[in-house]
């Protein structure tokens, strides 16, 4: 199971967007079984506030940071090993 691990807090508007943005990634690739999708609170503890408050929503897979802000769609297919259907041109 890939382990996609989202940092949010509570009243953050873009944290809303990337979690909504994650869950239509997962369910639109056909990830539901190979992909478990956790929600961490900065505040819950303290070490996730210290490196993730000024960034935050953060998304990391398997423990790696893939983007922070908004949803890196590119970097995140990269991380699961998928293809992500964009060409560069």
Known sequence: MIEVVLFHKQDCDLCEQV??????????????????????????????????????PVVAVNGQVVSHYFLDEPALCEALGIDSGKTDR
Do not use: C, N
Not at 33 to 54: A, G, H, M, N
């Open 19 to 56: 979690l909504a943005e994650l869950q239509s990634f997962i369910q639109g690739h056909g990830l539901e079984r190979q992909v478990s999708l956790q929600l961490k609170d900065i505040l819950d503890r303290t070490e996730w506030y210290d490196q993730y408050s000024d960034r935050i």
